[in-house]
């Protein structure tokens, strides 16, 4: 069974979390920031920050503001403002953001576009 929870960060924001060993088959819409650290088989809109934890795994499109990659995404991003390749970081699939922070060792297989704005994403 999927978990799906509402945490609190340190600064008391509101997040959501889909823990390690859980998976979501559907598309998530967040208001919040959220983290995978399971398995998500397809696409997350998200008006705040998109965390993939290590384990975390996302067959599927994103669309955010910003975005932290520690795991694997099969799928396009789209950034509004920044996204972070950290060093465990696989990424398969095409990038659109403003800004592309890539840390040695990540992977990134695809096209990227940085410096524009993505009507699709861009909060009102």
């Known amino acids: ?7 609190q960060n340190q ?3 509101l997040y959501n979390a889909i ?5 979501i088959i559907g598309t998530i819409v967040a208001n919040n920031d959220i983290r995978i650290d399971g ?3 397809g696409d ?13 795994l996302v067959h599927g499109n ?22 972070a390749l950290r060093a ?8 659109v953001t403003q800004s592309l922070i890539v840390e040695p060792n990540a992977i990134f297989c695809g096209t990227c576009q940085m410096g524009k704005k993505n009507a699709a994403i861009e909060q009102k």
């Not at 705040?48 to 975390?56: D, Q, R, S, T």
């Open 1 to 7: 069974m999927a978990s799906f929870q509402n945490q």
């Open 11 to 13: 600064q008391g924001a």
């Open 19 to 23: 823990t390690a060993e859980s998976k």
């Open 39 to 41: 398995t998500v088989e």
């Open 44 to 56: 997350i809109q998200c008006r705040g920050k998109v965390v993939i934890g290590e384990k975390g």
């Open 62 to 83: 994103i669309q955010c503001t910003n975005a932290e990659v520690q795991g694997r995404i099969e799928g396009k991003v789209e950034a509004l403002q920044t996204l």
């Open 88 to 95: 465990s970081a696989n990424i398969q699939g095409d990038v």
